[in-house]
C-alpha cells in the first residue's frame, strides 16, 4: 500500500441498506478525514479525527459514522443509506502540526437507488 | 479562512506555461495559500503552498504579490496531464485541529495539444 486507499471504487446500494466505505492510510498520518464531492457544492467535511480513539462531526455528519480504532483506518458508515447521500466520498489523512498538506485518497462512487 | 477568487476556466497550449492566478484580499497575517488539484474522477493532489515569498518545487512555482492579496500558480510546461480542476486555498497553517480545507469552484484548466 502506497498512502491512501478507498473501496469499493463504486457501489450502487439500495434505499435502506446499510454500508461501509472503508479507508487505509499507510504513512501514518495522525489525522483522517471524510468528505464528499457534489457537483456544484465543492467538498464538504463529514467527519474526521485527531488521532486513533478521537472522532469528531465536520459539517455534514447526519446519517454518517466513524470510527478510529487504529491510525492506519478510518471506515465511514451509512447506518441506512438514501438517494441524498449519492456522491463521490474522499478520504483524507495529513500529519497534524505545523506545515503539513493533505493526502486524499481515490474517491469512492457511491449511488443509492 | 479566507475566501478566495478564480477564474472558472483556462487553457493552455502544450508546453507553454500556465498561469493561474487567485486573488484572496481578505488573507490575514497568519493564513497560508495552498494550491490543489483534481484530475478527473480522482482525488485532490496537494502541488504547493508558501505564506509570502516565493516557492517552487517539483512540480510548481508559487509567486504571492507583496501585498499577499493575490497569487498565481505556474506550472513551467504545460503537458496534457496537467489538465484539471485547480483549487486554490487560504487558511491557517496554525490549526492543529481539524480544518474544513473549504474547496471553492477552483479553475478548470485545459492543455490543449
Known amino acids: 500500500i502506497a498512502g491512501i486507499t478507498q473501496a469499493p471504487t463504486s457501489q450502487i446500494l439500495a434505499a435502506g441498506r446499510r454500508m461501509t466505505l472503508r479507508c487505509t492510510q499507510d504513512m501514518r498520518h495522525n489525522a483522517m478525514y471524510w468528505y464528499r464531492q457534489d457537483l456544484g457544492l465543492g467538498l464538504r467535511l463529514i467527519h474526521y479525527s485527531n488521532t486513533a480513539g478521537t472522532t469528531g462531526k465536520g459539517e455534514v455528519p447526519d446519517g454518517y459514522s466513524v470510527s478510529r480504532a487504529n491510525t492506519d483506518d478510518f471506515p465511514l458508515t451509512l447506518a441506512s443509506a438514501v438517494p441524498s447521500q449519492t456522491s463521490v466520498y474522499f478520504c483524507?489523512?495529513?500529519?497534524?502540526?505545523?506545515?503539513?498538506?493533505?493526502?486524499f485518497g481515490p474517491g469512492t462512487r457511491l449511488t443509492v437507488l | 479562512d479566507a475566501k478566495t477568487t478564480q477564474p472558472p476556466s483556462m487553457d493552455c497550449a502544450e508546453g507553454r506555461a500556465a498561469n493561474l492566478p487567485c486573488n484572496h484580499s481578505t488573507i490575514s497575517g497568519n493564513e497560508y495559500v495552498y494550491w490543489y488539484r483534481q484530475i478527473h474522477s480522482q482525488g485532490p493532489q496537494y502541488i504547493i503552498h508558501g505564506l509570502k515569498n516565493n516557492e517552487t518545487n517539483e512540480m510548481a512555482s508559487l509567486i504571492i504579490t507583496e501585498d499577499r492579496k493575490s497569487s498565481t500558480l505556474i506550472l513551467p510546461h504545460a503537458t496534457l496531464r496537467d489538465t484539471a480542476v485547480y483549487y486554490c486555498?487560504?487558511?491557517?497553517?496554525?490549526?492543529?485541529?481539524?480544518?474544513?480545507?473549504?474547496f471553492g469552484p477552483g479553475t478548470s484548466l485545459s492543455v490543449i495539444p
Open positions: 483524507a489523512s495529513r500529519e497534524t502540526g505545523l506545515d503539513n498538506e493533505q493526502f
Open positions: 486555498i487560504v487558511r491557517s497553517k496554525l490549526k492543529t485541529s481539524y480544518d474544513k480545507v473549504i
